[in-house]
């Protein structure tokens, strides 16, 4: 849900849905008086594979607040289709949702996902779950989780920019401050001063011990998306104690919060416990000042948008990895569903 913050009037609903083959349409609905009534559903957007299944996932509207183009709406999506990697699209209305262009390519999303590197475990992370923020002057902050800056080998998280409303946007780069480490579940905002807050997870206080998976929380703040500072806001929990989704996975939910109150960014996020009987906590931190003492430029990092020199094996291995980590994210989220052989005829949609 989105609620229109240059027209107290509408709200904006966007979502996919699982049809029985594994098509997944993106469906909008609105509210013209706030809320109260709401318009009927209709389908913005189908996607269409050259062969198979085409699907959407992680549909989110942002609205321009302010610039030459305040008001119009940009709709970010994920398209996997059959046998591809993921991408990155975005979608924009001029006219608060009634008609919609044509989708727009930001990038290919790399990730293979979050393991233990010292175990078997896998996280359920943020994989095929983008995030949107928009900032002053309609520029437009997108970040998601790729593998290319390391060849395929552990999730950084990228982040892009465009200046234009979503027409056209930066390449890639990193921005997470330890490469050495997979970083994951990315969540933005952006204040009304126009300084960048992005939420994530990465695994730096892990240890070679098999016992436990330590991982960390942290926000890093911009002011140019260049230069970053970086804050702990919690360090060396045991992420191994967190709820198991499908085939034990590990699994503290992949949509957080993050928002600001005046010069404060404030976090919403979720932390594993070792309690049994509730292995997870909902919790809110207020950071009233953050540390720059860690601040550095991406150029120092020497991250580009382009794959390292990789053989064609390597090559091959990293697409391998990265479909599979897709597949892997997206079984996890299908709807238990009847053996379709011995049952009647599932609905025709199935919400996710």
């Known amino acids: 849900l989105t609620a229109d913050p240059t027209d107290a009037r509408y709200v904006y609903a966007v979502w996919d849905r699982l049809d029985v ?46 610039g030459p183009e305040r008001g119009v709406l940009v709709n970010i999506l994920v398209q996997i289709d059959n046998g591809s990697s993921p991408t990155l699209r ?19 999303m790399q990730s293979v996902g979050t393991r233990d590197p010292d175990g078997t475990a896998t996280v359920r992370d943020g994989a095929i779950v983008p995030t949107v923020a928009a900032g002053p002057g309609g ?23 465009s200046s234009d409303g979503g027409r056209s946007w930066s390449a890639p780069v990193a921005v997470n401050r330890d490469a050495s480490v997979a970083a994951f579940t990315p969540t933005l905002h952006v204040r009304g001063d126009g300084r960048i807050g992005l939420l994530h997870y990465d695994l730096r206080s892990n240890t070679t011990s098999t016992a436990s ?35 034990g996975t590990l699994f503290l939910g992949d949509y957080h919060g993050l928002t600001s109150s005046g010069a404060s960014f404030v976090a919403v996020a979720v932390l594993p ?61 299908r709807p238990l569903q009847p053996d379709r052989a011995t049952t009647a005829a599932p609905p025709t949609g199935v919400p996710r």
């Open 213 to 247: 998976l330590l991982a960390d929380l942290w926000l890093l703040t911009s002011s140019d998306g260049v230069t970053w500072s970086e804050t702990a806001l919690q360090r060396g929990f045991d992420l191994g104690n967190a709820p198991t989704s499908r085939n």
């Open 273 to 333: 416990n070792a309690d049994a009987s509730n292995r997870s906590d909902v919790v809110a931190q207020r950071t009233e000042t953050l540390a720059g003492a860690l601040a550095q430029t991406l150029a120092r990092h020497g991250v580009r948008d382009e794959l390292p020199t990789l053989s064609t094996a390597q090559r091959e291995a990293f697409a391998a990895a990265a479909m599979q980590a897709t597949r892997r994210a997206m079984s996890l989220r």
């Open 21 to 66: 083959n594994d098509n997944g349409p993106t469906l909008f609905a609105r509210s013209a008086d706030a809320g109260l009534s709401w318009e009927p559903t209709r389908t913005i957007y189908t996607p269409l594979a050259p062969a198979g299944a085409s699907q959407t996932i992680g549909n989110r509207i942002v609205v321009l607040g302010d």
């Open 90 to 108: 975005v979608m924009r209305s001029l006219d608060k949702g009634v008609s919609w262009g044509a989708p727009i390519t930001v990038a290919a």
């Open 139 to 161: 520029v437009l902050w997108l970040a998601w989780q790729d593998a290319r800056f390391s060849g395929g080998q552990r999730d950084a998280i990228a982040l892009s920019r």
